[in-house]
């Protein structure tokens, strides 16, 4: 059973309960004021018939006891009943009734009359003849004693026909007021129950994750509360899973990154090893260990760095900018590259000029190697210009290559989660060039790139040869 209906039916049942208690209350009330009335009336009506009998007795010259004897008592009871509109009866000590205005002198039990002549006044209800009557008793006080008394019968037919009708109006109006009362319940309810019927709903797609359903109650009540509080909640759990979807995109994006950069040293390794095998001058043998341990000590340090991050929880890039010569720069990257180059079949030229920048030696070799091991892999390409010159307070590498060239230069940067057909394979995995870009921009330099298709690429990065604001920058890089 929904809660509407339980709220209805309770309603209903109190509405009920309700009813039926005023109609008993009613019903006490009105037949409780109607004998009182009643009762008040018969007390005046014995005042003034006790001054009637009186008068009789001086008028007519007898004596009290005459009065409610045999001979005068049905006449008086018939006088003092002429007038009125109910019975009158008048008893003597021994309890008979000595006069009556009608022939309903043994009616019922005689308790009152019993009552009466012991100096109280009574009344009592008793049945008789179909009917119901209100016997009203009072003492007769003469000289100081009681002689006899007065006894009253009400009809009281006028007074259920009243009552009845009242029990009718009563009932009807109470079924009005149960219905309309229903009506407003069930409306109140209805409109009490629409905000709880759309916060189900919106718990519902809670449920499944969707947090965009708010509810909207303009009351300053519990309900509103309820909604409004359930509107914070949503509004936080979005942000919470939002905030969890950005870590967890910043972490995959780190460890993409430094994945990525652990393969420039594996390969520096792997091709000084080849070539080994194949040396028979000892110093050659030395020059590719020399080479081996360098970035073996490189892939070290890379695996250290990343476990420091990852200990910290920073997964964010240290970039320490120095002042350094370029030219050396791009000379060891190149004899690291060396196996590689050679084993591809590709020719370099290299033409470099003195050249002190500020950078990251770290970093910006590790530019230079994506870029040349892109071109190593991907143009096609025979022939290789590396050029190093100094141009407006800049340090510019140029790395050119006769390659087949590059389409769609513009997405070359785009992060990896804007890339939604970002080609993945065993020597490509698209995250290179946006490393680049973003190393290169966090050392306060930049990187170009122009290409033709049929006509190659030329690769431009430039070093700034000022010093930056700050000695240390730490940045977060994003794929």
Not at 455 to 462: A, F, H
Request: hydrophobic letters at 40%.
């Amino acid at each position: 059973m929904g809660l509407r209906n339980k709220m209805f039916i309770q309603h209903a049942v109190t509405i009920v309960m309700l009813l039926t208690a005023m109609y008993f209350i009613v019903t006490y009330t009105l037949n409780k004021s109607m004998i009182e009335s009643d009762t008040q009336t018969l007390n005046q009506y014995s005042a003034l018939h006790r001054i009637e009998a009186l008068k009789i007795v001086n008028d007519q010259k007898i004596d009290i006891e005459q009065l409610f004897s045999g001979k005068y008592a049905p006449f008086i009871a018939s006088h003092l009943a002429s007038s009125i509109n109910f019975q009158v009866q008048l008893f003597a000590p021994d309890e008979t009734i000595v006069g009556s205005s009608s022939d309903k002198e043994n009616l019922l039990k005689r308790d009152d009359i019993k009552a009466a002549l012991a100096g109280e006044t009574a009344t009592v209800m008793a049945e008789g003849d179909g009917t119901r009557y209100l016997i009203y008793s009072v003492p007769f006080w003469y000289e100081g004693k009681i002689v006899d008394g007065f006894r009253y019968l009400l009809d009281l037919h006028e007074n259920i026909a009243t009552m009845n009708q009242m029990r009718i109006w009563f009932i009807g109006a109470a079924l009005g007021c149960l219905a309309l009362s229903l009506l407003a319940s069930y409306s109140f309810s209805s409109f009490l129950m629409r905000p709880l019927h759309a916060l189900q709903q919106a718990l519902k797609l809670v449920s499944v994750g969707d947090f965009s359903r708010r509810i909207e109650v303009n009351t300053q009540d519990e309900v509103g509360e309820l909604a409004r509080d359930f509107n914070h909640m949503s509004d936080a759990l979005r942000h919470h899973i939002d905030m969890l979807h950005y870590e967890r995109g910043k972490q995959k994006a780190f460890y993409d990154n430094i994945t990525h950069e652990l393969k420039t040293p594996l390969t520096s390794i792997i091709g000084f090893s080849d070539l080994i095998a194949r040396m028979e001058r000892i110093e050659d043998i030395q020059d590719c260990n020399f080479y081996i341990r360098k970035e073996s000590t490189r892939l070290l340090n890379m695996v250290e760095e990343l476990l420091q991050t990852s200990l910290k929880g920073e997964e964010a890039w240290h970039i320490l900018v120095e002042q350094a010569e370029l030219g050396d720069i791009i000379s060891d990257t190149l004899h690291v590259l060396q196996p590689t180059l050679k084993k591809s079949n590709i020719s370099t030229s290299v033409k470099i000029s003195p050249c002190i920048v500020y950078l990251d030696p770290k970093r910006a070799q590790q530019v230079l190697f994506n870029v040349i091991d892109n071109a190593t892999k991907h143009s096609e390409c025979t022939l290789l210009h590396i050029e190093l010159a100094q141009q407006e307070r800049c340090g510019i590498v140029r790395i050119v290559d006769n390659g087949k060239g590059i389409p769609e230069q513009e997405r070359l940067f785009l992060p990896a989660d804007e890339k939604q057909d970002r080609v993945i394979s065993e020597d490509s995995h698209g995250l290179g060039l946006p490393i680049c870009k973003q190393f290169m921009e966090l050392q306060g330099g930049s990187i170009i790139i122009a290409s033709e298709a049929g006509q190659g690429t030329e690769v431009r990065l430039e070093f700034s040869m000022n010093p930056p604001n700050v000695s240390a920058v730490t940045k977060l890089i994003q794929i």
